[in-house]
C-alpha cells in the first residue's frame, strides 16, 4: 500500500506570495489533518479534514487554509507569506468512518513539504 | 500549547545499549502515539498505546503508559545506529469527538553511536 505523499518536497516562495502544498492520503483512508513544524514551536496542528469538511483547526491565522477533494486528498493554501511561515508542512491521514468518534487510529504522516519564504 | 513534554531533550549512547524516553502531559487522553523523525524528513508511526492499556511492545520498542502519572516512557532495547532520530510523542486532544488533532511534544533528540 502507497503511503501518504506531499507534493512539492521543496519550495521558496518570497514574502507576500501565496502558496499551494498538496497531499494524497493512503488509499481508503478519508481523514486528512496537517501540521507545522519548525524549531521554535515544535509541532502544531493546522486543521483536519474529513468527507470534505473541516473538522478541527488549530490556532493558525486566516492565511492559512485548506480544502479537501471527493477523493480524499487534500491541498492547504497560504496567502500573504511571511518569513516566519517558513518551515516544514507535514500532513497525515488516518481511517476515520462516518459518524464515528474514532479514538484509537493511528495517523500516518507523509515526508512532509519544506517551505522557505526569503 | 504542549500536551507532551519529552526527557530527556537529547540523549547520547552506545550501540547496543538500552535507550529509555519519557513523556508527560497535561490533561486526559484516549490515547498516545510515538513518532521517529529523521532528520526533517515525514514522521515514522512507531505504536499507538490506548488510555485503558499500561504496556505495549512491537519489535524492540516497549511503551508503558501510566495514566495517573499522566506519563508514558518509550524503550528501544539493543540500539542500533539507524535507530539515530528524534522522537516524539503525541497525544489526542482528549475532548470527545476530535481524533484528528494531534498535541506533540517537543521531542527526544537520541544518537546511537557505533
Keep these: ?118 | 500549547s504542549q500536551q507532551g513534554e519529552e526527557d530527556p531533550q537529547a540523549l547520547s549512547i552506545q550501540e547496543g545499549e538500552n535507550a529509555t524516553m519519557n513523556c508527560s502531559y497535561k490533561t486526559s487522553i484516549n490515547n498516545l502515539q510515538w513518532y521517529r523523525q529523521n532528520s526533517g524528513r515525514g514522521l515514522v508511526h512507531l505504536i499507538l498505546i490506548r488510555s485503558n492499556e499500561r504496556e505495549k511492545h512491537s519489535g524492540r520498542l516497549r511503551v508503558t503508559l501510566d495514566t495517573s502519572k499522566k506519563s508514558s516512557s518509550l524503550l528501544i532495547t539493543a540500539s542500533r545506529a539507524a535507530d539515530t532520530a528524534s522522537y516524539f510523542c503525541a497525544t489526542d486532544a482528549g475532548y470527545g469527538g476530535s481524533q484528528g488533532n494531534l498535541i506533540f511534544g517537543k521531542g527526544t533528540k537520541l544518537s546511537v553511536k557505533p
Design chain 1, 1 to 118: 500500500k502507497a503511503g501518504v505523499t506531499q507534493t512539492p518536497r521543496y519550495l521558496i516562495k518570497t514574502r507576500g506570495q501565496q502558496v499551494t502544498l498538496s497531499c494524497s492520503p493512503i488509499s481508503g483512508h478519508r481523514s486528512v489533518s496537517w501540521y507545522q513544524q519548525t524549531p521554535g514551536q515544535g509541532l502544531q496542528f493546522l486543521f483536519e479534514y474529513f468527507s470534505e469538511t473541516q473538522r478541527n483547526k488549530g490556532n493558525f491565522p486566516g492565511r492559512f487554509s485548506g480544502r479537501q477533494f471527493s477523493n480524499s486528498r487534500s491541498e492547504m493554501n497560504v496567502s500573504t507569506l511571511e518569513l516566519g511561515d517558513s518551515a516544514l508542512y507535514l500532513c497525515a491521514s488516518s481511517r476515520r468512518l462516518a459518524g464515528a468518534n474514532l479514538f484509537y487510529n493511528e495517523q500516518f504522516f507523509g515526508p512532509g513539504t519544506r517551505l522557505t519564504v526569503l
